[in-house]
């Protein structure tokens, strides 16, 4: 397909983007200010924090404000255990998985320029559950396994089974360029085929460790420690300052691909960078906590909402999957008493409540 934008709607569109980057210029570095993502961004940080603090105080153990600084600032000791080896790492896993999910379906909503795209229909979480299951399946009792495999744990398996099903659900979407429609109905047709694999799987292995991966494949950070912390840690480190760095790009392919050719943009690899990315973000979020639903979907719509923007902005989805997540995860452990729900459990429900919104503002849009 070749452009055909003439050059006035080239201008225009030109000018749109620059009117975004209006902003602070610090000698060679131009950062956008936009002062209302700003402010969402400062608000929902705010009220994360808020969460985080909660979720360190509540417990069977409760701490009090005070206590809660107090081991901050290491001059309380009492229940060093829960706080730095208990609740402070699921905490922890629980911020940074909702981050690196959100991310990702922001950056997938606006590839495919559709608000109900997320890695879960790239097959990358049902490619982590099937990889995670075919491991448990085959451990034996207690998950012993011998060999490499060993060495290897859950989430590095989890990483490899994601981002191998991401790899193959882009080959076979490409026809010497990439859709994004086409690659949304490979990914579910691919989704559809590994979940049944997983399910499959379950059957093969004994109670124990069936009911070890049912739990993982609900999504729960029951048990999460630092290890599985320091992975998506990283990998946030490294991947949220190079999506911050292709806003342009995310900016352009939002127009259309049109008019990102119009613009010069190279669409191909543009659109196959910023996938490699989204689908990094999602296999690490994955690996460090299972599949938790809905975060990569809902996360980026309320942030556009938030920000009103023209597409998700990567960054304050971040943050809205951070807080989602800390705060689905005190609800899963104090909602039901002494039974502690897994925390996928409880995003699902308030995902499905998000859904039945959009179609039902999406009727009275088709009505008015």
């Known amino acids: 397909m070749t ?19 209006r902003g602070l210029r610090l000698g060679p570095v131009a950062l956008p200010w936009r002062t209302r993502p700003v402010v969402a961004a400062a608000v929902v940080a705010l009220v994360t924090a808020a969460l985080v603090g909660f979720n360190l105080m509540v417990g069977r153990t409760p701490l009090s404000t005070g206590q809660v600084w107090a081991h901050f600032i290491g001059t309380d ?8 080896r208990v609740r402070m790492p699921r905490v922890v896993v629980g911020l940074l ?36 299951v075919a491991v448990m399946a085959s451990a034996g009792s207690y998950g012993i396994i011998s060999g490499p495999l060993a060495a290897l744990g859950v989430p590095a398996v989890a990483l490899a089974g994601g981002l191998a099903s991401g790899v193959l659900c882009y080959l076979l979407a490409w026809r010497g360029g ?40 609900a999504g729960s950070l ?10 998506v840690a990283v990998a946030l480190a490294v991947l949220l300052p190079a999506c911050l760095v292709a806003a342009r790009t995310l900016d352009a392919l939002s ?72 705060g689905a995860d005190l609800l899963a452990r104090n909602l039901l008493g002494t039974i502690q729900l897994p925390v996928g459990v409880v995003t699902g429900c308030l ?8 179609l039902v503002r999406g009727n009275r849009k088709a009505q008015a």
Do not use: K
Request: contains cysteine.
């Open 97 to 132: 998985t909702g981050a690196a999910l959100a991310a990702a379906g922001a950056i997938t909503q606006t590839i495919m320029r559709n608000p109900l795209a997320s890695p879960d229909l790239l097959g990358v979480t049902h490619g982590a559950s099937a990889a995670v």
């Open 255 to 326: 127009y259309g691909d049109d008019v990102a050719r119009g613009l010069g943009l190279p669409l191909e690899r543009a659109r196959t960078g910023l996938l490699v990315l989204a689908v990094l973000l999602a296999a690490f979020g994955t690996s460090a906590a299972g599949p938790i639903l809905f975060v990569s979907l809902a996360c980026p719509q309320i942030a556009l909402r938030l920000a009103r923007a023209s597409r998700p902005p990567v960054l304050l989805s971040a943050l809205v999957g951070a807080a989602l997540t800390c």
């Open 178 to 217: 990439i859709d994004g429609y086409r690659l949304l109905l490979v990914g579910v047709g691919l989704s559809a085929v590994l979940m049944n694999v997983t399910l499959w799987l379950l059957t093969l292995g004994e109670v124990t460790d069936t009911g070890r991966a049912m739990v993982w494949i």
């Open 222 to 231: 029951s048990g999460r420690t630092w290890e599985n912390a320091l992975p």
């Open 77 to 84: 000791y009492e229940h060093y255990f829960t706080f730095w």
């Open 351 to 358: 995902g499905a409540l998000y859904l039945i919104y959009l």
């Open 3 to 21: 452009a055909t934008l003439t050059t006035d709607e080239r201008e225009r569109a030109r000018a749109r983007l620059r009117r975004r980057y």
